[in-house]
C-alpha cells in the first residue's frame, strides 16, 4: 500500500474542534477497512438522521445493551429508516 500526502481544508468552530476532526478521521483511517468506509458515508449521506439515531442508540456510561434493548433499538430503526 502506498502513503500519500494530501491537503484539505476542515473547518472547525476553534482549535480543539480541529484536532478532535482529525483525531476522528485518523480512527477512521486506522480502523475501518476501505469499502467498510465508503459504505459508511454513502449511508449517513442518504440518511443523515442516522447520526442522531446512533447517538441515542449507543449505551452511556459503560453500561451493556440487554435484548430488550436490542428489540427496540431495531423496532425504532425500522420505522425511523425502514
Do not use: C
Not at 476542515?10 to 483525531?23: I, R, S
Not at 459508511?40 to 442508540?57: L, R, S, T, W
Amino acid at each position: 500500500m502506498k502513503t500519500y500526502n494530501v491537503e484539505i481544508t476542515v473547518q472547525a468552530a476553534d482549535e480543539t474542534e480541529l484536532a478532535e476532526k482529525l483525531q476522528a478521521f485518523q480512527d477512521i483511517q486506522d480502523n475501518m477497512q476501505h469499502e467498510d468506509l465508503v459504505t459508511a458515508v454513502e449511508i449517513i449521506i442518504e440518511n443523515p438522521g442516522i447520526i442522531d439515531f446512533i447517538k441515542q442508540a449507543v449505551p452511556k456510561d459503560g453500561k451493556k445493551l440487554s435484548w430488550g434493548d436490542y428489540l427496540r433499538i431495531a423496532k425504532d430503526a425500522w420505522v425511523k429508516f425502514g
